[in-house]
């Protein structure tokens, strides 16, 4: 049907484009700061200026763009909404179809270091049995997906169980973080016939807060810790987005030095980065992260995945018998705790990584496609035929 055409996609954004960010990053208008409060009021002015006189200057868009070009991309239309997804197959007869879910902000550029070792793992210190099949999909309103109104984690579940019938499987595996990990167990639920496994940096609603913690177990103590930095320090965000997205959006779409500032902010609070840098994560892939939010003009219709789930915080989740592997990450922002995850969740694996923070594949792709392989060993498929 031509309805569920799957179309070659390549990313050609428009010189007027970059001109107009150029004119825009020269022409910033810049706040003053106050006295000696460092990131306490958030991004430290000298830091956003420096890495928006390298954005303006050093930072090279079509080099990135032809990094993201060298992938196969393709587009099809998905419950009314042109999706766009990167598809990476193995050459492997055995490879396991893997989805990466990015959350937000974030976009593609999260996974693309991890798709030759996923798929071509012997290239890369594995074995053959490794492979994976990759999908790397934008999440509908989000980047090269673009403005979408409506949509939810539980709508943009149901748009990738099609996808996955649309590209020809039958099985699956399925990775997120942040959005994507409430994507990546929504899927395990509605599709509970086809994923095989879900593999996640964060389980919403594992969390422990002072009235529930167990003062004998340190990982509880961390994480009622953690929950309540983000209670009073880092959670403004959230509370904005779930509450007046549009109010943001006009400061995001406008203001490119806002923009950064917005998503570096978030990349200083979460990563396991020297304190007042983002050093955890390379500047032109943050910038890359960020462009991609620019010019697709994407960042209201982000936020309101924010507003549109509000009504469900807090609410006890669905319990899922789909096998679900974690991974715990030192410096993210929420830690899960095993006894809380295991009274929703058929935890099978549950992985503390050494370090890393909360954009876990960027930040350490090479323990997180070791962790993949090794929590989906066990899932494989019957050869392909020719």
């Known amino acids: 049907m031509e309805a569920e055409l799957i179309r070659p996609y390549r990313v050609d954004i428009p010189q007027s484009d970059l001109d107009d960010l150029a004119r825009r990053l020269d022409r910033t208008r810049w706040p003053d700061e106050a006295a000696g409060v460092g990131q306490e009021y958030g991004v430290p002015l000298n830091v956003v200026q420096e890495l928006t006189a390298y954005w303006r200057s050093g930072y090279n868009w079509r080099a990135a763009e032809a990094q993201i070009n060298a992938y196969p991309q393709f587009r099809t239309v998905i419950d009314g909404h042109d ?18 879910l990015h959350g937000c902000p ?40 673009g403005v979408a109104d409506g949509w939810s984690v539980p709508r943009a579940a149901s748009a990738f169980v099609e996808l996955m019938r649309r590209l020809g499987y039958d099985t699956y595996a399925v990775h997120g973080g942040d959005t994507g990990a409430a994507i990546a167990r929504e899927l395990g639920l509605i599709d509970a016939d086809h994923v095989v496994a879900v593999h996640v940096t964060a389980l919403f609603g594992a969390s422990v807060g002072p009235r529930d913690v167990d003062m004998s177990r340190p990982e509880e103590v961390r994480s009622a810790r953690k929950s309540a930095r983000y209670r009073d320090e880092l959670g403004g965000y959230a509370i904005l987005q779930s509450t007046k997205p549009q109010s943001l959006a006009y400061a995001l779409t406008d203001s490119p030095v806002g923009l950064l500032a917005w998503i570096v902010e978030q990349f200083m609070d979460w990563t396991d980065s020297t304190p007042g840098t983002f050093d955890a994560v390379d500047r032109d892939t943050v910038l890359t992260d960020v462009m991609i939010d620019w010019l697709n003009r994407t960042a209201g219709s982000s936020a309101r995945y924010y507003r549109v789930g509000a009504g469900g915080w807090g609410a006890a989740p669905e319990v899922s018998r789909t ?17 809380i995850a295991e009274s929703f969740d058929a935890i099978v694996r549950w992985t503390e990584f050494p370090q890393g ?18 929590a989906l060993r066990d899932r494989r498929l019957p050869p392909r035929s020719a």
């Open 357 to 374: 923070g909360h954009f876990g594949a960027l930040e350490q792709p090479e323990l997180m496609t070791a962790d993949l392989r090794d």
């Open 323 to 339: 096998p679900t592997a974690v991974v715990c990450l030192p410096r993210d922002i929420a830690t899960p705790v095993r006894r």
């Open 83 to 100: 999706l766009h997804v990167v598809h990476v197959r193995s050459a492997e007869p055995r490879a396991l179809p893997l989805l990466l």
């Open 106 to 145: 974030g976009s593609i550029v999260e996974f693309l270091p991890m798709v030759g070792a996923l798929t071509d793992p012997v290239a890369h210190g594995g074995r053959p049995e490794d492979a994976f099949d990759v999908m790397i999909p934008t999440i509908p309103g989000f980047g090269f997906s």
